[in-house]
């Protein structure tokens, strides 16, 4: 899996409350949830965001309450996918239950600037700064995992017979 895109990048900490504000939480309309995402960090994220872009981020990234809604409002904005220092327990696994790609990679945090273009192998945990010329190595995401991105979700990896 490659996913390509422009970098979006906010610093540590960044919890659920600002990645989706608990006011718009009366709703469970997928774009609704996008209109809203980061607003109370970066008022200008939803105007900026393209199909693909790659969210960068610091430590603890998701942190907070345990909603899905947050990894929803982000792959649903048009994020492809969140790099990031670590993410907090509760958000990695959401991320991954609805389909949202995300890796751990400090070097590659470190090596990316907001707006730089990078490109990201998750066959072989490869993430490259297009703007640079720079990679950076992490894990490759088990097949399983990948199955699970792929097909959108956990849910419909078990339709599908995927992941059992």
Do not use: W
Not at 20 to 25: E, K, N, S, T
Not at 77 to 97: E, K
Not at 105 to 115: M, S, Y
Not at 148 to 163: E, F, H, P, T, W
């Amino acid at each position: 899996m490659i996913f390509s895109g422009k970098s979006i990048k906010y610093g540590d900490n960044v919890d659920t409350d600002v990645i989706i504000p608990a006011r718009y939480l009366n709703t469970i309309d997928k774009k609704e949830l996008a209109s809203h995402c980061m607003e109370d960090i970066d008022k200008e994220f939803t105007k900026k965001v393209e199909a693909g872009d790659i969210m960068v981020a610091g430590y603890n990234f998701g942190c907070g309450s345990s909603r899905e809604h947050a990894p929803i409002a982000i792959k649903e904005s048009g994020i492809s996918l969140v790099i990031a220092r670590s993410f907090a327990r509760i958000f990695y696994r959401n991320s991954i239950n609805i389909g949202l790609a995300i890796l751990e990679c400090p070097e590659a945090v470190d090596g990316i600037l907001d707006g730089d273009k990078v490109e990201a192998d998750l066959d072989n945990g490869i993430i490259y700064n297009r703007t640079t010329g720079k990679s950076f190595q992490t894990q490759p995401f088990p097949e399983f995992i990948q199955k699970i991105i792929q097909n959108g979700g956990l849910v419909a990896s078990i339709q599908k017979g995927d992941v059992k």
